[in-house]
């Protein structure tokens, strides 16, 4: 076969590879050994579930071997393999779509851009920051014929039948300049242990080692075979055994993320059920965690035998931030992806394991809560999203989550807020419907000011969905400050007999208003501003109806709010003392249109608004 060309993306990531890492071209190493591990861990579960590799006679290992006279090293591995399609397909194009993904999040910045590198698995092709030629061969398992990829990293590769003796892959590196550091044995040895100690699979490596030779007092070279890593499912043994950095280096090794975690929680259950589990949540959120083909960062292993990492089953979707093991002792080994969501041991594990997480948060929050911080600062929003999905945890959930307030700035908790209700407050407060400033100049704020009381900014766009569900915190209840049924906090002002004097000028403007309102009424809300919209009790805001209609939802009746006037404001006083005033009619659109633009509604007719404005201006001046 001629020689195949790269894809222009591919040269372009090799270039970005090699300038970003050039700091710390070692973890070439890590991302090889990581691709033999998991070719590793693929064969294992074929051998236990597929009848036709289940007399393979498999000792699962991964090979070093440096050869210093030929400026080589060779990482190779009896695992799954690759054939001729897999080859072109997984090493010799961009297939995957986080790839492309990934290019386009590169900053330039390099301890940044190695992070992404682990995240979206381009880990191949960093080989070539120390090599300038790599060979694969690799024989798939179950098939005869092996095959030799070759390229330069440049250009494209070539492709050609191969042979070898058993199923695997072997990658040789014909070092560079950058490369000839690693021509070392122990500089190798110091790699794996600092990057891969454990692998579950042994790490061997084949090397010239200088030993001393007593009867000549010389130091000989002796081509040796040693192990180099620890290879222990390291999550199995005890938390006294283990030190911080055990778990860091777990945590980098599983995720290929160069930064620590913010925090782990390592979990032995022993009873009915028998597992292990060990989660990690790393320090800056991944950078698929909106997207819906998310990687799934929790790997399920029975009796320390890897199964899959790729379900979606093993935590909610609002805890795919988390990464980490779950080792179960009771699961069949040959577990069936199809039967994992009904699998009660593993619904159990799942059930228990959110539970872990969350306490554990908890405890976080009650006793380093700096660092808590960091991490609501980074996982907030999915938290939310529990709140919407998780409701037989909905009660730890609103503990967990932190609120923008009118009180404080930064984040606080509901249990803070709900510390700081005045003695005679009956329900906590929160207004949604657009952004922070929009939300923190809002007319509907302008009572809860003058009497103190604090209300949460809410202004993630699905708080107004996932709040409309939440209508206590412990023993308090929840209201929108959107809504028009007023409460009982707000009441105690109005007074009864302002509302006779008012009733012309409301019959007045809602005539003019005609069927755009559902009713005209004086408000208890309002301090400044002449007017304001709010919403019926069961109806979605206007805000969301606006979303929910440039969704494309068409079946949305047109909104009819209810429109409150401010019986204190000057404009309103002045109108209600000369009710035959001409410019009343103007007056009430201009007094509905002002409300609709502060909720940050677009105006349905805006010339019209204009000419009004103008009116009004004329006489004035
Ligand atoms: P990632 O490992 O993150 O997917 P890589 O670029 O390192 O990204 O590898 C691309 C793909 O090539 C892997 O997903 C795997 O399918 C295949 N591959 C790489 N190395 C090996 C190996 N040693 N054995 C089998 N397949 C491999």
């Given amino acids: 076969m001629p020689k195949q060309e790269f894809q222009t993306e591919v040269s372009q990531l090799l270039q970005l590879i090699i300038h970003s890492l050039y700091s710390h071209p070692e973890i070439f190493l890590r991302e090889l050994i990581s691709n033999s591990s998991d070719a590793l861990d693929k064969l294992r579960y074929l051998t236990l579930t597929d009848e036709s590799l289940k007399t393979l006679d498999f000792s699962p290992r991964i090979d070093l071997t440096l050869d210093e006279a030929a400026n080589t090293l060779t990482v190779a591995d009896n695992g799954i393999g690759m054939n001729e399609q897999d080859l072109i397909h997984n090493i010799g194009t961009i297939a995957r779509s986080g790839t492309r993904n990934f290019l386009s999040q590169l900053s330039g910045d390099a301890k940044k851009d190695s992070n992404l590198i682990g995240q979206f698995g381009v880990g191949f092709y960093s080989a070539f920051m120390v090599a300038d030629q790599i060979e694969v061969i ?15 990293g440049k250009t494209g590769f070539d492709i050609e039948p191969a042979e070898r003796g058993t199923q695997g892959t072997t990658v040789t590196l014909h070092l560079n300049d950058e490369g000839k550091q690693y021509a070392n044995g122990w500089r190798l040895q110091e790699i794996v242990r600092k990057y891969s100690n454990h692998i579950a699979f042994p790490i061997f490596l084949t090397y010239d080692k200088s030993e001393w030779n007593a009867e000549e007092k010389k130091s000989d070279k002796v081509r040796t075979t040693e192990q180099v ?79 899959l990492d790729d379900s979606k089953d093993l935590l909610p979707q609002y805890l795919r931030f988390v990464r980490g093991i779950i080792d179960s002792e009771d699961l069949p080994l040959n577990v069936s992806r199809e039967l994992l969501q009904q699998n009660r041991v593993l619904t159990s594990i799942r059930t228990a394991s959110v539970k872990k997480i969350l306490s554990e948060l908890k405890n976080v929050a009650a006793n380093e809560p700096a660092k808590y911080l960091e991490f609501v600062g980074q996982y907030n929003r999915p938290l939310k999203e529990g709140l919407y999905s998780d409701y037989a945890n909905r009660d730890t959930l609103l503990d967990l989550v932190r609120f923008k307030s009118t009180r404080v700035e930064g984040l606080t908790s509901l249990a803070e807020v709900k510390s700081r209700m005045q003695p005679e407050q009956k329900s906590l407060y929160y207004i949604t419907g657009g952004s922070e400033s929009l939300l923190r100049t809002s007319p509907l704020l302008e009572i809860y000011k003058r009497k103190d009381i604090e209300v949460l900014i809410l202004d993630d766009d699905f708080d107004e969905i996932v709040f409309a569900g939440i209508d206590k915190y412990d023993d308090v209840d929840l209201k929108s400050v959107n809504k028009a049924s007023t409460s009982d906090d707000l009441k105690s002002d109005s007074e009864p007999d302002q509302a006779e004097a008012l009733k012309p000028l409301l019959d007045k403007l809602k005539a003019t208003l005609g069927d755009r309102v559902k009713d ?16 019926d009790e069961e109806e979605p805001s206007l805000q969301m109806q606006q979303m929910l209609r440039a969704m494309g939802q068409k079946e949305l009746p047109t909104p009819k709010p209810t429109l409150e006037i401010n019986p204190d404001h000057e404009i309103v006083k002045k109108l209600l003392a000369r009710p035959s005033d001409p410019l009343t009619q103007d007056a009430a659109w201009l007094l509905f249109d002002q409300a609709l633009l502060m909720e940050g509604v677009a105006l349905q007719d805006p010339a019209s608004f204009v000419q009004r404005l103008n009116r009004v201006l004329e006489q004035s001046i």
């Fill in 229 to 307: 890593n620890a290879a222990s499912a390291l999550w199995r043994r005890s938390k006294s055994e283990l030190t911080d950095d055990d778990y860091k280096e777990l945590y980098k090794s599983l995720t290929g993320d160069s930064e620590d975690p913010l925090f782990w929680f390592h979990t032995k259950a022993e009873g009915s059920l028998e597992y292990t589990t060990l989660f990690f949540i790393p320090a800056k959120a991944p950078l698929d965690l909106f997207h819906a083909d998310y990687k799934v960062g929790v790997k399920l292993y029975v009796k320390r035998v890897f199964i």
């Fill in 520 to 535: 005209v009424r004086a408000s208890v809300r309002l301090a400044d501003s002449p007017s304001v919209i709010v919403s």
């Fill in 138 to 152: 690799s024989r798939k398992a179950g098939e005869e014929q092996a095959w030799k990829w070759t390229s330069d």
